[in-house]
């Protein structure tokens, strides 16, 4: 394995959070700009969408207008969103709100409308959230497709959403259903289900579509113009390749005990995230979380052909990173585990530069 990069590590840095009720715990969405220093935040605390900027030596937000909820401009539950030049898109698993950037009226479509998931009278997309990844990184900016898993019949698929012409379609790609619910925990106890946000994690850059699977460390590449695929399987000394289910895991069991006892012991498993593509370096990273209570985080490096170039610990480099992070304009900004009671978030930037 090359070892040709080094990771620089900033200094503790402060994002100011305002005062609409934005805290330092990592319950945002963000929307950056190509130039990946300013960009929006949508503030899940007060249903608004507020403005963030980006610095070399720190950060800072402004607030913006509270969204309606009803009527013509009304925007409802919102577990993510994207903008493009004419909208920003708030959506929830079953429906999208579409508003419009210059009159602000919101566009409101259900999943089953779109009449592509059969006879389903509720259908709903996995949608990631915050818990995954606080920027949506599936939508195609050269055609405004933004891309879904969906999941039926134990097996799952990619569905595209065309926010120019307000349509929904299924892409052509074989994603690993076998592995995936081989892997994955959903549980039933009662009324309630719990699972662990293990949906492939979708990312878009240039022409390809690039899956991320959270229970399996493969990374699945699909060539949105030539339609093919190609699949990259990864080993590592400091981790397990796959979750392992306990030999007592059922998809029901009967008591709330037996539940929260299954989803301690795979919580505690392996857990692989999504690629993000460094542009300054034409590299691609992916974090890693290893395995036991006290995991320690690992960031692996890839390159233009995802062969996989090297590793770090993070967790022996700064105790202090935690697993949230933004890809920005001065690096990758991940939150800090320790953080203060006042009306800032701590930060650090890290890079990859190059070994002289």
């Known amino acids: 394995m090359e ?11 402060e994002l100011l959070i305002g005062d609409g009720g934005l805290t330092s715990e990592p319950t945002y969405f963000v929307s950056l700009d190509s130039s990946r220093s300013k960009g929006v935040i949508y503030n899940s605390k007060a249903h608004s969408l507020d ?25 409802g539950t919102v577990f993510s969103f ?11 698993g079953q429906e999208f709100f579409r508003q419009n950037i210059l009159d602000k009226e919101v566009s409101r479509k259900f999943m089953h409308e779109y009449g592509i998931f059969g006879e389903s009278k509720y259908p709903a997309i996995s949608v990631p959230t915050f818990k995954v990844s606080h920027e949506f990184n599936g939508l195609d900016k050269n055609t405004l497709t933004a891309y879904f898993v969906y999941e039926s019949k134990r097996n799952i698929q990619v569905a595209g959403f065309d926010s120019f012409l307000d349509s929904m379609y299924f892409l052509p790609v074989s994603l690993d259903s076998v592995s995936y619910f081989e892997t994955r925990f959903k549980v039933k106890s009662g009324n309630l289900i719990l699972g662990l946000n293990d949906e492939p994690q979708l990312t878009v850059n240039g022409s390809q579509l ?3 699977y959270p229970t399996f ?27 392992i289910l306990p030999t007592n895991y059922a998809d029901e069991v009967g008591s709330f005990e037996q539940l929260h006892e299954l989803e301690n012991v795979c919580r505690n498993q392996v857990r692989f995230g999504v690629v993000t593509y460094l542009g300054n370096v034409n590299k691609y990273v992916r974090l890693v979380k290893g395995e036991g209570a006290d995991a ?9 052909d995802f062969q996989r170039l090297q590793e770090f610990n993070l967790t022996a480099i700064n105790p202090d990173l935690s697993a949230d992070y933004l890809n920005s304009k001065y690096g990758l900004m991940f939150r800090a585990k320790d953080q203060p009671a006042e009306d800032v978030m701590y930060y650090y930037n890290l890079n990859l530069i190059k070994k002289k």
Do not use: C, M
Request: glycine share 4%; net charge negative; charged share 25%.
């Open 82 to 92: 994207f903008t493009t030049q004419a909208n920003v898109v708030y959506l929830n």
């Open 296 to 304: 320690s985080y690992f960031l692996e490096v890839f390159d233009s």
């Open 51 to 75: 403005s963030i900027f980006l610095s070399a030596d720190y950060a800072w937000v402004k607030d913006g207008d509270i969204l309606e909820t009803e009527g013509p401009y009304g925007v």
């Open 217 to 243: 460390s493969d990374i699945l590449v699909y060539d949105l113009k030539a339609r093919t695929q190609r699949t990259h399987a990864f080993t590592s000394s400091s981790f397990l390749s796959k979750r």
């Open 210 to 212: 690039i899956v991320s």
């Open 3 to 13: 070892q040709d990069f080094l990771l620089e590590v900033s200094d503790r840095k």
